[in-house]
Each structure stands twice: as C-alpha cells, then as structure tokens.
C-alpha cells in the first residue's frame, strides 16, 4: 500500500487544506516545522507501524511528499 495518499492529507492538513506539490519541500513551505516534524515522524510510525532513525532525514528530499512516501514505502515492505 501507498503511503503517498496519507502523507498529502496529513499535509495538506497542515497547509490550511492548500494542496503542497508532490515535490515541493513541505519544511521550506512553511507547512511544519521542527515541532511539526517530531509530530509527523510520530504519526508516520503509528500509522504504518514503522521505526524511522534520524538518519534516514538527512537528505533534502525526504521532505517533499514523493521523497517521504517513498521511504515510508521501503520501510513497510523492509519490516
């Protein structure tokens, strides 16, 4: 399963229901921030009953949707 639809609710949310671009950096956008992201990690693990380590965030394109979903994805099937 996907998690690209979630994660662009979860954003998009977050967004004041303004779609953010598949590709657009949701922490450059204003869209969260360290905080936000503590909680985001938190619900991504609750969610898709994953582990995430804070070294799987330290490449720009892990905030975007595409780059995020796509390494929620590669958890789930790695678990």
Do not use: C
């Not at 954003?11 to 360290?34: H, K, P, Q």
């Not at 938190?42 to 804070?54: R, W």
Request: glycine share 8%; proline share 1%; no cysteine.
């Amino acid at each position: 399963m996907s998690s690209k639809p979630w994660l662009t609710s979860y954003l998009n949310g977050r967004n004041n229901g303004a779609a953010l671009g598949e590709n657009d950096n949701f922490i450059a956008a204003g869209v969260i921030n360290s905080f936000g992201i503590v909680e985001l990690i938190l619900a991504i693990e609750e969610e898709f009953s994953i582990s995430l380590t804070e070294a799987m965030f330290e490449h720009a394109d892990v905030f975007t949707i595409n780059g995020l979903s796509q390494l929620i994805d590669r958890q789930g099937t790695a678990d």
